[in-house]
T-cell receptor, first 109, second 116 residues
């Protein structure tokens, strides 16, 4: 299974864009990149996912490099409520997710 | 819709006791799974099921049993609780919606278990 590497923690000013990087250099051609976040001790929440193309939804944008070895999650206008642990996951097969330790994002007022 | 419902929210056990963590979903999802999360750690997959009557092991299955008799329910059983099983347990469900590209996990709110 492809493993991911994320920074342990990041800070972002409220109202600014938060850019969370993820390396997945061993990703295979049919493996999707997923992002989830966990606020406090709640259950993780789905954010976005993609295979090759960049993706955008109401929560965030996902930028995947052309070689697919890394990706960036972008929260365009971070708010205090976006403070959470963000997990980048490469889904090796249907329904099988391996979570790492994620990036702890703190949005500062 | 209630989504994924886990009970109880909190539980304290003594070493050697048994118990069942309940998980139910009302979204007709084919896939259900159990994760555990230890302090400061990510989630680790315990067991999962791709449909009624079908279960399989995840990363850390030892000490846990599961069964899937209905689409809606996926209970997790601890037969003889140990302090090492103190953790927060999350249940999740998913479906493909007809295509693998749409698949994503929906999580319950968790059960905090302490084994003394």
């Amino acid at each position: 299974d492809a493993k991911t590497t994320q920074p342990t923690s990041m800070d972002c000013a409220e109202g600014r864009a938060a850019n969370l990087p993820c390396n997945h250099s061993t990703i295979s051609g049919n493996e999707y990149v997923y992002w989830y976040r966990q606020i406090h001790s709640q259950g993780p929440q789905y954010i976005i996912h993609g295979l090759k193309n960049n993706e955008t939804n109401e929560m965030a944008s996902l930028i995947i490099t052309e070689d697919r070895k890394s990706s960036t999650l972008i929260l365009p206008h971070a708010t205090l409520r976006d403070t959470a642990v963000y997990y980048c996951i490469v889904r090796a097969q249907l329904f099988k997710y391996i979570f790492g330790t994620g990036t702890r994002l703190k949005v500062l007022a | 819709n209630a989504g994924v419902t886990q009970t109880p929210k909190f539980q304290v056990l003594k070493t050697g006791q048994s118990m069942t963590l309940q998980c139910a979903q009302d979204m007709n999802h084919e896939y259900m799974s159990w994760y555990r999360q230890d302090p400061g750690m990510g989630l680790r997959l315990i067991h999962y099921s791709v449909g009624a009557g079908i279960t399989d092991q995840g990363e850390v299955p030892n000490g846990y049993n599961v069964s899937r008799s209905t689409t809606e329910d996926f209970p997790l059983r601890l037969l003889s609780a140990a302090p090492s099983q103190t953790s927060v347990y999350f249940c999740a469900s998913s479906w493909t919606g007809g295509t693998a590209t749409n698949e994503k996990l929906f999580f319950g709110s968790g059960t905090q278990l302490s084994v003394l």
